[in-house]
C-alpha cells in the first residue's frame, strides 16, 4: 500500500458517501480474502484488539513490552540485506545535534517498505512513531512502527489524530490499519447501514445497546471505555455483536424447518415382516436405547414429511442395526434406501455386513464405488435407475450424475459431518427421476461424535436427535495408557506376548510411508511402512500385515477378512480404521503419535478394540515435544471413555468448525460469538425468535441481510 493510495483515501468527499460506496480497485482484491466485498461489509469487520496510541515515553525510559509513542531524531538510517532486506533506522532522542555516546537510542525495523518510508526516515528528521518495544540483538527495538502526526504538520485523512483506544483490525498483506480505519470510517457516516432492525423495546429489555451505539462503541471507543472489558468481548457492546449473530443463525435455522415442512415424502409404513425375520437371524437383542430410537425413526418415515433425523450414539451403541431396520421398512413399503459412508473401507464394511444380514431375506444390495470397473459400475447405475437394487451401498460415487434412482425414499449417511450440505443435496435429487410427484426422500444421518448441547442447538436445530445412550451387553471396559516414546521396546514385547496368548492387535500410525512427513517440522514420526517391516522382523512368529486407504480395494478386503478370521494378528494401519471396522477379538489398540491425533479420532480408533467380552487396552504412545493443546487432548482421553464428556472437551479445544465438517450447516460459522462461552446468549436466541416473527417492526429480511447476505444458504440441506 503507497502513500499515495492513503492519501487518495483521504480525499473522498464525505459529502459523497451514499454514493461513493465502493471500495478502491486496488484494495478490492486485498480485502476479498478478509470475506469484504463492499464498503459496508467493514461494519461487521469488528477490532482484534485495541492499543492505546497516547502514551509517549523518552526513549531512556522504555522497557521490553511497552507500547507506546517515542519520539525522536534520525541518526543513522540504512537498506540492508541481511539477513532478509530491511530498513535499519537508530534513533535517539531530539535535543543538542552533538548526541552523546552513552544517550539511549532506538532501532526502527521495516521489512516491507516504499521509497516515500526512505525519504520521511533520512538522516537528520525528527519522527513520532507508535509500537511495541522489544530486546533485539544490538538493543531496545520496534518493528513496524506506525507513524503518529506531531502538532503543526500537515496530514492525510487516514492519519488523523487517534482516539485513547486505537481499534486493531484482522488484516492481510496489503491491507495497512490506516486504510482499513478510513473505509470503516466512511462505512459509519452512512446512517442507513447502522439502522437498528430489532425492535428498540426488545433491545432494551435485553439490556442491550443500540447497533448505532455498538458501531460507534466497537470502531471509535471513546476514552472512559474499559480497555478490558472490550479486549475480552465482554462489553455490552461485545454482548449486542455476539447475541445478533447467534440470532440471525437461529432465524436461518427456522427457515429451514419451514421450507422442510412444506416438501412431500413418500409415507413409509408396513408390517414390519423384514424387520422382524432380521431381529431373528440376529446373535443379540436390541438393548431399550436402540428399541426407543428405532421407534422415533420409524415414526418419522411414516410421515409424508421429509425426516431430517441424527442418530448419534457412542463407538459401538449399535446405530448400524437401527438403520438397517429402518431400511427393511423402506424396501417392504416399495421404496429405495441409499447408504452412504465417507471412505471406501468403511462403506465396504457396512456392504458386507448388511450382506450378512439381509442374504436370506431375498433384498437386493448392489456396492457403488469409484474403485469399480467401468462395467460393474455401469451395471449398478443400471440396477439403481431401474429399480432393481433395493438398497445401494457406496461412497461419494452415489453423487455421481449418472446415477439415478427409480424410487428413492431414505438416505442413511454415516459420519454424516465428514460430509458438505452440497453433496447431501445431491443424493437427495437422485430420487425424483421417475415419481410422479416430486418427492424428498427421508435423510437418517449418523455420527459416533456425541454433539454437546450447546452445538446441537446451534447448527443441529433443524434436526431431530435419536440418542442410543447405553452400549450392548457384555462390553468390557477399555484401558487407556499414556507411554512414552522411549518405551517402544516393552510395548512391542507386550503386544507379541499378547498375541501368543490368543488376542489380536491394532497398531496405528499417522503417516504411510517416508514421503508423507509432516513439513516444516522437525520431528521423525514412525510411519507404517517402516514400522509393518520393524515388527514383522520383533515378532518372526506372529502374521503382521499393512493396511492402508492406498492399497487396491480387493487387497484392502483380503486383509481385513484375514484380521477377522484372525489369520492376522497385528494390523498395522493408517486411520483407514478409524470408524465402521468391527472385529471382537481385536482387544489391543496401540496409537503412534497420539499427540497428533484430534480427541474424536483418539476416541474413535480406541473405539475399535473393546468390542467382544474381553478386556481391552488402548496404549497411546507420545513423543517428548508436546503442545499445550496436545497434552489436553491426551489428558482427556486418558481420563474419560464417556463420548458426551469427550466432545465437550473437543468442542472447547477446538472450536466448532472442525467438529461439524466441511460446509456442515450451511450457516456461516460464528465469527464472534463462542457457543460454549455465551451459552445464556444462545438460549436468548433461540427463545426470542418467535417472539420477532410476530413482530410487524421487526425486518426480518433487513436483519438476516446484514449478516448473511455473501454467505450461501443450503436451506433444503
Given amino acids: 500500500m503507497t502513500d499515495a493510495l492513503l492519501a487518495t483515501l483521504g480525499r473522498v468527499s464525505a459529502k459523497d458517501d451514499t454514493e461513493q460506496t465502493y471500495l478502491p480497485p486496488a484494495l478490492r482484491p486485498r480485502l476479498a480474502r478478509l470475506g469484504i466485498a463492499h464498503l459496508r461489509d467493514l461494519l461487521l469487520h469488528l477490532p482484534l484488539r485495541y492499543e492505546d496510541q497516547t502514551q509517549r515515553r523518552t526513549i531512556a525510559d522504555l522497557a521490553a513490552g511497552d507500547a507506546v509513542i517515542v519520539e525522536g531524531i534520525v541518526e543513522h538510517a540504512e537498506v540492508v540485506n541481511r539477513p532478509r532486506r530491511q530498513l535499519v533506522v537508530l534513533l535517539r532522542e531530539a535535543g543538542p545535534e552533538t548526541a552523546q555516546p552513552w544517550q539511549a537510542r532506538l532501532t526502527l525495523r521495516y521489512f516491507n517498505f516504499y521509497p516515500a518510508l526512505v525519504q520521511r526516515l533520512r538522516v537528520g528528521a525528527n519522527v513520532r512513531v507508535f509500537g511495541e518495544v522489544r530486546e533485539g540483538r544490538f538493543g531496545l527495538e520496534m518493528i513496524h512502527p506506525v507513524f ?37 470510517g466512511k462505512a459509519l457516516r452512512v446512517e442507513s447501514w447502522r439502522r437498528e432492525y430489532l425492535p428498540p423495546s426488545f433491545v432494551a429489555a435485553l439490556g442491550l445497546p443500540s447497533w448505532g451505539e455498538v458501531m460507534t462503541t466497537l470502531h471509535t471507543p471513546s476514552r472512559d471505555i474499559p480497555a478490558a472489558m472490550l479486549d475480552a468481548g465482554t462489553h455490552p457492546a461485545w454482548r449486542r455483536v455476539k447475541f445478533d449473530e447467534l440470532l440471525a443463525q437461529q432465524l436461518a435455522l427456522r427457515d429451514t424447518r419451514v421450507l422442510l415442512a412444506r416438501e412431500q415424502a413418500p409415507a413409509v409404513s408396513g408390517a414390519g415382516d423384514l424387520g422382524r425375520r432380521l431381529r431373528e437371524r440376529l446373535p443379540f437383542r436390541l438393548t431399550v436405547a436402540q428399541e426407543r430410537s428405532l421407534a422415533e425413526v420409524l415414526a418419522d418415515l411414516g410421515r409424508t414429511q421429509p425426516m431430517t433425523r441424527l442418530l448419534q450414539g457412542d463407538v459401538g451403541s449399535g446405530k448400524t442395526v437401527v438403520a438397517a431396520l429402518a431400511a427393511l421398512m423402506a424396501v417392504e413399503s416399495g421404496w429405495q434406501v441409499a447408504f452412504m459412508a465417507p471412505t471406501e473401507l468403511l462403506a465396504e464394511q457396512h456392504f458386507n455386513k448388511l450382506r450378512h444380514w439381509l442374504d436370506a431375506l431375498s433384498v437386493s444390495l448392489v456396492w457403488l464405488s469409484g474403485s469399480l470397473a467401468a462395467a460393474e459400475l ?148 514412525q510411519n507404517a511402512t517402516a514400522l509393518y517391516e520393524e515388527l ?49 477379538n481385536a482387544s489391543w489398540m496401540v496409537i503412534e503419535h497420539a499427540e497428533r491425533f484430534g480427541l474424536a479420532q483418539l476416541h474413535q480408533l480406541r473405539g475399535r478394540v473393546g468390542r467382544g467380552s474381553v478386556a481391552s487396552t488402548c496404549i497411546l504412545l507420545f513423543g517428548d515435544r508436546l503442545s499445550d493443546t496436545a497434552r489436553q487432548r491426551l489428558k482427556v482421553i486418558y481420563e474419560t471413555t464417556d463420548g458426551f464428556t469427550i466432545a465437550r472437551e473437543d468442542l472447547r479445544i477446538r472450536g466448532p468448525g472442525e467438529l461439524l465438517g466441511p460446509r456442515q450447516s450451511g450457516l456461516p460459522s460464528l465469527r464472534y460469538a463462542n457457543i460454549e462461552n455465551d451459552l445464556d446468549l444462545l438460549e436468548a436466541a433461540r427463545d426470542a425468535c418467535a417472539q420477532l416473527e410476530r413482530d410487524s417492526t421487526f425486518d426480518k429480511a433487513a436483519f438476516l441481510g446484514r449478516w448473511l447476505q455473501h454467505r450461501a444458504e443450503y436451506a433444503r440441506a
Avoid at 165 to 180: C, D, E, F, R, W
Avoid at 419 to 434: I, M, N, P, T
Wanted: aromatic residues 4%; charged residues 25%.
Fill in 536 to 584: 514383522t522382523a520383533a515378532m518372526p512368529d506372529v502374521r503382521v500385515a499393512l493396511l492402508h486407504g492406498r492399497m487396491k480395494t480387493d487387497e484392502k478386503a483380503a486383509i481385513m477378512a484375514d484380521f477377522v478370521a484372525n489369520r492376522i494378528q497385528v494390523l498395522v494401519a493408517t486411520t483407514v480404521i478409524e470408524v465402521g471396522v468391527d472385529v471382537p
Fill in 378 to 525: 455401469k451395471a449398478a447405475q443400471k440396477a439403481c435407475q431401474s429399480g432393481a437394487a433395493q438398497i445401494a451401498v457406496g461412497t461419494h460415487a452415489l453423487f455421481q450424475k449418472k446415477v439415478r434412482f427409480a424410487r428413492l425414499g431414505l438416505v442413511v449417511v454415516d459420519e454424516q459431518h465428514r460430509f458438505g450440505v452440497e453433496q447431501r443435496l445431491a443424493l437427495r435429487s437422485r430420487g425424483q427421476a421417475d415419481c410422479e410427484r416430486v418427492l424428498a426422500p427421508h435423510q437418517l444421518m449418523m455420527s459416533a461424535t456425541p454433539i454437546p448441547r450447546s452445538l446441537a442447538m446451534s447448527y443441529y436445530a433443524d434436526l431431530d436427535v435419536s440418542v442410543i445412550d447405553e452400549l450392548p451387553g457384555g462390553r468390557q471396559p477399555i484401558t487407556t495408557k499414556l507411554v512414552r516414546e522411549q518405551r517402544r521396546t516393552e510395548v512391542i514385547g507386550r503386544i507379541h506376548d499378547a498375541v501368543r496368548d490368543g488376542a489380536q492387535a491394532y497398531w496405528v500410525c499417522p503417516l504411510i510411508d517416508e514421503s508423507e512427513k509432516l513439513a516444516a517440522q522437525d520431528i521423525e514420526l
Fill in 148 to 184: 503518529k502526526p506531531q502538532a503543526g504538520t500537515e496530514h492525510t485523512e487516514a492519519e488523523t489524530a487517534t482516539p485513547e483506544l486505537t481499534p486493531i483490525y484482522p488484516s492481510t498483506a496489503g491491507v495497512p490499519q490506516a486504510a482499513l480505519r478510513t473505509l470503516i
